[in-house]
């Protein structure tokens, strides 16, 4: 009798739907950009702070300071150029014959201050990027190569290669889908789609389960794996900071995670009726099986994760406030200063909102 009920509990395991667990099992991934009070290490007070080997670029407004040794090149893109270089300690200096370019080489540092100029560094350098009293710190910047990066508030995030980082204003609207992404399942001898062309199977070899590969993380502690799910949830969109505001979701066919990290507690959720809803151990919510519906969140301190095939929203922040975003996904998203810009479907962008109003120093 303990046999066959052993057998007919694994059965039962097995019929259950394939969504039903990834909507819950995959929110066990660690977000990779929590708030500062969740992570030891460094942080910074600086829009945004990059600390490595490698390459640096930043293209837009605001001071820079870049501090190392290597090649720094310098752009002013600005129509009254009013872009002022000062630099200290470098051993060369080269400007370009149509006097575009200026090139910084040898160690030493370099205090930017414009409008519109871009900045590129190649070496082992330490750049900041903040506000100035003339200026507010707007722009894109890129990094590749080995060492770490910060955006105001947060904790110091790995490069990547070619990683996108953007330094902007609220609002945020975003205009997002897509179907695939990875995620913890369990079962053996699934087919679980394609992968860059080849079939990623999990399956038996001389009698022991198969590992999916290092690449995905391969068998966790308690048995499930970390596999590509063809199906699957595929835009990501994420606010820490915590942040403080509204978002409103227009139409959103997925899941959403969020936190209450007030004081107060007076985060409000808004979502249709009938709604699955599960709380997790840290105290986060998560709102599932969401089918092309409405949701509406506002509070004055919360975290938010959104995991969708489709999600249609906007953020607008409390005045004042400042908050740190990220997308990843088919499709565009807006702020006070870009419009229309790819998300793109791997690295995405991490973004800093800045509190709308003047310069400060």
Do not use: C
């Not at 977000?31 to 969740?38: F, G, R, V």
């Not at 990623?200 to 499930?224: L, P, Q, S």
């Amino acid at each position: 009798m303990r046999k066959v009920l052993l057998i007919g509990g694994a059965a039962a395991l097995m019929a259950l739907p394939a969504t039903g667990l990834a909507d819950d099992d995959v929110e066990r991934v660690k977000d990779p950009d929590p708030t500062a009070e969740e992570g030891a290490g460094a942080t910074t007070t600086k829009a945004l702070h990059a600390d490595g080997r490698g390459g640096f670029r930043y293209e837009g407004s605001g001071g820079t300071v870049v501090t190392g040794r290597g090649v720094v090149r310098v752009r002013d893109l600005s129509a009254g150029k009013d872009l002022v270089a000062t630099p200290s300690g470098f051993g060369k200096t080269r400007t370009s014959k149509d006097g575009i370019w200026t090139a910084y080489i040898g160690e030493g540092g370099l205090v930017l201050d414009g409008s519109s100029y871009r900045v590129t560094a190649f070496g082992r350098f330490e750049s900041d990027v903040d506000p100035t009293a003339a200026h507010q710190a707007t722009g894109h910047a890129r990094v590749m190569g080995r060492g770490e990066t910060i955006l105001k508030g947060g904790v110091a995030v790995p490069f990547r290669a070619g990683q996108r980082l953007l330094l902007s204003r609220g609002p945020m609207a975003v205009d997002l889908s897509g179907r695939g992404a990875y995620g913890w399942s369990r079962g053996k001898g699934e087919r679980k789609g394609k992968r860059g062309g080849k079939a990623d199977r999990a399956g038996t070899r001389g009698g022991k389960v198969e590992r999916t590969g290092a690449r995905r993380g391969g068998k966790h502690a308690n048995g499930m794996r970390w596999r590509w799910h063809r199906r699957a949830p595929g835009a990501t969109w994420r606010l820490n900071g915590p942040a403080a505001g509204t978002v409103d979701m227009s139409t959103i066919t997925g899941r959403v995670r969020v936190w209450d990290r007030s004081a107060a507690k007076d985060l409000s959720v808004s979502v249709p009726a009938g709604t699955r809803s599960r709380t997790l151990a840290d105290g986060s919510v998560v709102y599932s099986g969401l089918q092309a519906a409405k949701v509406v969140l506002a509070g004055t301190g919360f975290r938010m994760k959104v995991r969708a095939r489709d999600v249609e929203g906007l953020f607008t922040p409390a005045a004042g406030t400042l908050a740190r975003a990220f997308v990843r996904g088919k499709g565009t998203f807006d702020t006070a200063d870009v419009t229309d810009m790819r998300a793109g479907t791997r690295g995405g962008v991490r973004i800093l909102l800045q509190p709308v109003g003047a310069a400060t120093p």
